[in-house]
């Protein structure tokens, strides 16, 4: 039987019209471009501001889908209708075994649409029945710091229940903002190539050997059509594999891990494409501590 993944997508649900719809197509092809490439069957519909995929594997689903560009958020959920008595019901019965005795919860509740009761009643309600059929397992509410949250989601006639959250790379869907190539050495220009990607650009690599297990490893995994190129540590070897790549890409620009007063050397050396150097305001610190936030949506 299929399963349910709730996909929450931010960034671009703030668009026009006609761009919002460019880019949400632009999210459901990403999404089924990695399932693919995983081997994973999978089906999307939307609504506005949400995708829904189903799929026979949902826990793998869900690893997938929080390495595309553009999703804030995904959620494996139930469905069930927006009716008081349907949400509650099938609320305790998933929260049974989650609800171990002495534990604290909180229900996070969230609708969109017209219905009889607002978020923060529906919140209270399901939170006093909660209480009241597990009354002897001493549990507790706390709204700050639950051990178990219970994340309640009414949109229109069908409502979602979960009870975790994963976090995706948020940003804009890839392939809504042209071509780049970057240069891999470590985790700077890594993450250099990770916050262009997130910003919608394609951006093909040039990996250093240094910069090997950052773009193996962590980078190939948010683009099953990546384009990388291997090149030799000095500025001599990898300056005309860049040159190379971004001619065969059409590049728009260069990303390189540079400081500011090293751009001169490098303004020009592959004709008018832009240079970008996201990462030139970051400290070391800076740079090691987001570079683990993003290998954290491949584990």
């Known amino acids: 039987m299929a399963e349910l993944l709730l996909v ?40 506005r501001g949400h995708l829904y995929v189903e799929t026979d594997d949902a826990e793998k689903g869900a690893r997938i889908v929080r390495r595309v560009f553009g999703v804030t958020s995904v959620s494996r959920v139930e469905e069930v209708p927006s009716e008081p008595d349907a949400i509650r019901t099938r ?9 171990l005795p002495g534990r604290s919860f909180a229900v996070r ?40 949250e219970l994340f309640v989601e009414v949109r229109g006639p069908r409502t979602y229940l979960s009870f975790d959250r994963f976090d ?35 951006v093909g690599l040039v990996v250093l050997p240094a910069g090997e297990p950052y773009a193996y490893s962590t980078l190939v995994r948010f683009d099953p059509s990546i384009r990388t190129r291997p090149a030799p540590p000095t500025v001599e070897g990898w300056v005309p ?46 740079v090691e501590d987001r570079w683990k936030s993003v290998t954290a949506l491949v584990a």
Not at 12 to 41: C, M, Q, T, W, Y
Not at 116 to 142: E, W
Not at 170 to 188: F, K, S, T
């Open 91 to 99: 609320l305790l019965e998933l929260a049974s075994p989650r609800l």
């Open 8 to 47: 929450r997508y931010g960034e671009l649900a703030l668009k026009s019209a006609p761009v919002r719809r460019e880019f949400e197509h632009a999210l459901r092809r990403n999404i089924l471009d990695l399932f693919v490439r995983e081997g994973v069957e999978g089906r999307i519909r939307s609504d």
């Open 109 to 148: 509740a969230r609708r969109t649409g017209q219905h009889p009761f607002t978020s923060q009643q529906l919140a209270g309600d399901l939170g006093a029945a909660v209480l009241s059929a597990f009354s002897d397992r001493s549990l507790t509410v706390d709204l700050q710091h639950p051990e178990v």
């Open 241 to 286: 594999v860049i040159a190379d790549l971004a001619e065969d890409a059409r590049a728009d620009g260069v990303v390189l891990p540079i400081p500011v007063e090293e751009h001169s050397q490098f303004l020009g050396q592959w004709g008018s494409r832009v240079l970008f150097s996201p990462t030139v305001g970051m400290s070391d610190q800076e």
């Open 168 to 202: 995706g790379p948020g940003g804009l869907p890839l392939g809504v903002a042209g071509h780049l190539v970057a240069l891999v050495d470590g985790p700077r220009g890594a993450l250099g190539a990770f916050v262009m990607m997130k910003r919608g650009c394609r």
